[in-house]
C-alpha cells in the first residue's frame, strides 16, 4: 500500500513537467494563430485598467459611469492626437535620419579603432581589434536593416494600424462599462475560494504594474531628454524615449535600452558614451531606489528569479505583448495561491513587488 502511494507520487511529480511544457506549447500556439484579437484585447484591457483610475475620480463628483467614461476617453482621444501630430513626426523623422547615419558612424569607429591598433603597435603591443570590430559592425548592420525594413512594412500598414487603433479604444470604451459585469460572469463560474482572491489579485497586479511602470517610464525620458540635449547628443529625444519605452520590461528592460543607446553613441563619439551610460545610470538608481519603492508599495514579493522565469516564458510565448504581461500574471498567481492557503478572503491585498535595487529580496 505504501508503495503504491509513492508510485503515485512519483508519477504525479514526473508527469508535471511534460504537461507544463506541453501546455506552454499549446498557449504558444494558441497566441501565433489568434495573434491579432488577443494583442488587441489584451491591449484594450491594459487601456482599460488604467483608464479606471480616472474614471473612478470623476465618479466621486456625482458624475454618472457612463459620463465619465466618456470624458477621460475624449481627453485621452485628444492627448494621442496632440502627440500624433507633434511627437511621432518628430521621432519618425529622428529614427530616419539616425538609420542613415548609422553607416557613416561606424564608418568613423572603424577609423578610431584603427588609429588605436596602429598606436598599440607603435608601443609593441599586439591588439588586434578587426576581427572583433567586424563582427560588431555586421551585427549593427542586421539591425539597422531589420529597423528599417519594419520602419518599410509600417509604413505599408498604416491603414491596418489605425483600424487597430480605432478597435481598441472601442473595446476598452466597452470593457470600462460592461467590464465588470462580464468579469463578474466569469468569475462567477469558479468556486468562491478560487474566484474571489483571483479577481482581487489579478486587479491589483495589472492596475499597480501598468501605472507604475509607464510613469517611472515617463520620469526617464523628461529626466533624460534635457539631459541628453545640454550634452548635445544626436536624437536626444529619440534615445530618451528609447530608455523609458524599454523600461516598461520589470527588471532587464532599463538596462537593454541604455545599453543599446549607449552602443548607438559609443560607434559616433567614444567621449559622449561615458557622460550618457553615467547620466542613465544615474537617473535609473533614482528611479529604481527613490520611485518604484514608492509607487509600488509594500506587496507580497516575487523572487527576482520567478520574475526572469516569467519574461523569458512571457517572451517565447507572445512576443513583447508576453513580456509587458509576464510579471502581474505571475504576481497574480502567486497572490491567488497565497490567499487561498490563508483562507482569509476579508483581509487579502495581493499584489508584488519587483525590488529595483543592488539586492533583492523577498517579502515573507
Known sequence: MRRSASLQTLLIYGLSGPIIALNIWLLS??????QNPITILSIAAIL???????????????ITRTQAVII??????TLFIVLGVTLVPMLIDQTIQLLNKIPDWLATSQANLDHLESLAKQRRLSIDLKLVTNQINANIQNLV??????????????????LNVVLVIVLAFYMLIYGDRVWSGLVNLLPSNIGIPFSRSL????QNFFLSQLLLGLFMVIALTPIFLFLKVPFALLFAIIIGISGLIPVVGATLGIG????????????????????????????????????MGNFIGLNPL???????????????LGTLVA????????????????????????????????EFEEDE
Do not use: C
Not at 500556439?29 to 489568434?34: A, D, H, I, Q, T
Not at 477621460?72 to 482621444?77: P, Q
Not at 558614451?273 to 531606489?289: E, G, H, L, R, Y
Not at 478572503?345 to 529595483?356: E, I, K, L, M, Q
Open 29 to 34: 500556439v494558441l497566441f501565433r494563430f489568434f
Open 48 to 62: 482599460a485598467f488604467l483608464l479606471n483610475y480616472p474614471v473612478k475620480l470623476l465618479e466621486k463628483v456625482r
Open 72 to 77: 477621460v476617453l475624449l481627453l485621452t482621444l
Open 145 to 162: 536593416q531589420q529597423i528599417a525594413s519594419g520602419v518599410v512594412g509600417f509604413a505599408g500598414t498604416l491603414l491596418s494600424g489605425i
Open 203 to 206: 486587479q491589483l497586479n495589472f
Open 260 to 295: 543599446l543607446v549607449t552602443m548607438l553613441v559609443l560607434i559616433q563619439n567614444w567621449w559622449l558614451a561615458f557622460p550618457v551610460a553615467t547620466m542613465a545610470v544615474i537617473m535609473q538608481q533614482i528611479k529604481d531606489n527613490l520611485l518604484a519603492p514608492k509607487l
Open 306 to 320: 520567478w520574475i526572469f522565469i516569467a519574461i523569458l516564458m512571457g517572451f517565447e510565448i507572445a512576443g513583447l
Open 327 to 358: 510579471v502581474p500574471i505571475a504576481g497574480t498567481i502567486k497572490g491567488t495561491f497565497d490567499a487561498i492557503k490563508s483562507s482569509n478572503h476579508s483581509d487579502f491585498v495581493s499584489n508584488f513587488r519587483v525590488n529595483y535595487g543592488s
